[in-house]
């Protein structure tokens, strides 16, 4: 029996279609993971091409190919700008990021990730960080649960999921990922309930890891390392990822507030080269269902800062 895919990357044609890539050019992997993207990106690259990738889960790093042209860095993609320096490098043609998350932490259910299997709650992306989802339990209270679940889980009643797991937080310390699933299944829509407790896991997940922090320091730091005519590539799987994307290269910040100079026109870095997200067709989720979910968006630096 062949061993389970460590990820099957979304949307890889479009992504490389976007990514223009230059045969001597230098180009960054923000989300190692399996080495989907990576693998196809140096297929195109030439000899003089080289591609720096960052994943902050040493289970990523057993997936780097032998390549001279290739370098792996154990590290989260918020501080790719410093270790470019460090490896020499000053500017960039392309910057990749793929936002999803890996099928081999959903399927490895001692990560803590998925509701599917009992298992510690964990849902660190690097496991030397310091803050667990199961301590993150023991933190927040009501308002802060509350305000996580209406910002990365779409619930239709947040404050209803955060009550049930502090009552169940007060008679037990809620620690596994079954626990969890049963302390917050009863605030659950009965009829939703799977995709409403991947929602709730979603939003941890996303909590513990600063997810959106990190994207908005690399969207922000992008136009610092990219050459003039770079592009950034990038694959959001929630609407709040994907606002945030589509404000940046709209805008230049998160919150998508338009500068404008002395005659009207809007000052930002990029143009657009996705107008509107491109996402999957029905031959490719049929083939890998994750990548229903896929969002992908690129823009060009037209204006060094």
Same mark, same amino acid.
């Given at each position: 029996?062949?061993?389970?895919?460590?990820?099957?990357?979304?949307?890889?044609?479009?992504?490389?279609?976007?990514? %223009?890539?230059?045969? %001597?050019?230098? $180009?960054? *992997?923000?989300?190692?993971?399996?080495?989907?993207?990576?693998?196809?990106?140096?297929? !195109?690259?030439?000899?003089?091409? +080289?591609?720096?990738?960052?994943?902050?889960?040493? /289970?990523?790093?057993?997936?780097?190919?032998? /390549?001279?042209?290739?370098?792996?860095?154990?590290?989260?993609?918020?501080?790719? +700008?410093?270790?470019?320096?460090?490896?020499? #490098?000053?500017?960039? *043609?392309?910057?990749?990021?793929?936002? &999803?998350?890996?099928?081999?932490?959903?399927? %490895?259910?001692?990560?803590?990730?998925?509701?599917?299997?009992?298992?510690?709650? /964990?849902?660190?992306?690097?496991?030397?960080?310091?803050?667990?989802?199961?301590?993150?339990?023991? @933190?927040?209270?009501?308002?802060?649960?509350?305000?996580?679940?209406?910002?990365?889980?779409?619930? =239709?009643?947040?404050?209803?999921?955060? !009550?049930?797991?502090?009552?169940?937080? /007060?008679?037990?310390? #809620?620690?596994?990922?079954?626990?969890?699933?049963?302390?917050?299944?009863?605030?659950?829509?009965?009829?939703?309930? =799977?995709?409403?407790?991947?929602?709730?896991?979603?939003?941890?997940?996303?909590?513990?890891?600063?997810?959106?922090?990190?994207?908005?320091?690399?969207?922000?730091?992008?136009? %610092?390392?990219?050459?003039?005519? &770079? @592009?950034?590539?990038?694959?959001? $799987?929630?609407?709040?990822? *994907?606002?945030?994307?589509?404000?940046?290269?709209?805008?230049?910040?998160?919150?998508?507030?338009?500068? =404008? *100079?002395? $005659?009207?026109?809007?000052?930002?870095?990029?143009?657009?080269?996705? @107008?509107?997200?491109?996402?999957?067709?029905?031959?490719?989720?049929?083939?890998?269902?994750?990548? @229903?979910?896929?969002?992908?968006?690129?823009?060009?630096?037209? !204006? =060094?800062?």
């Amino acid at each position: 029996m062949s061993e389970p895919a460590y990820h099957i990357p979304a949307l890889l044609p479009q992504t490389l279609d976007c990514l %223009d890539i230059k045969p %001597d050019g230098i $180009y960054v *992997d923000a989300t190692f993971g399996g080495g989907g993207h990576s693998r196809a990106i140096l297929q !195109r690259l030439g000899h003089d091409g +080289r591609l720096i990738a960052f994943d902050q889960d040493l /289970d990523a790093a057993a997936n780097a190919p032998d /390549d001279s042209r290739f370098t792996f860095v154990r590290s989260n993609f918020r501080f790719m +700008r410093n270790f470019l320096r460090y490896h020499g #490098v000053e500017k960039v *043609d392309g910057i990749l990021a793929d936002l &999803g998350v890996s099928f081999h932490h959903f399927d %490895d259910a001692d990560r803590g990730f998925s509701f599917r299997a009992d298992a510690p709650l /964990d849902m660190r992306m690097n496991r030397k960080a310091p803050l667990t989802a199961a301590e993150l339990l023991t @933190r927040y209270d009501a308002r802060d649960l509350t305000s996580l679940f209406r910002t990365y889980a779409d619930l =239709k009643d947040p404050a209803k999921a955060a !009550r049930a797991i502090i009552a169940a937080r /007060d008679k037990a310390p #809620v620690v596994t990922t079954f626990q969890l699933a049963e302390a917050v299944r009863p605030a659950l829509n009965p009829k939703a309930e =799977k995709k409403e407790m991947a929602q709730v896991f979603q939003a941890l997940r996303i909590e513990v890891n600063s997810e959106m922090e990190a994207l908005t320091t690399l969207l922000a730091s992008a136009p %610092d390392m990219l050459r003039e005519g &770079g @592009r950034a590539v990038i694959l959001t $799987y929630h609407s709040v990822e *994907d606002r945030i994307v589509k404000n940046f290269f709209r805008s230049g910040n998160a919150e998508g507030n338009l500068e =404008k *100079d002395f $005659y009207g026109k809007v000052i930002c870095d990029w143009k657009q080269i996705t @107008r509107q997200p491109i996402t999957a067709d029905a031959e490719e989720t049929e083939r890998n269902p994750r990548s @229903r979910s896929a969002k992908l968006r690129a823009a060009e630096l037209i !204006r =060094k800062v």
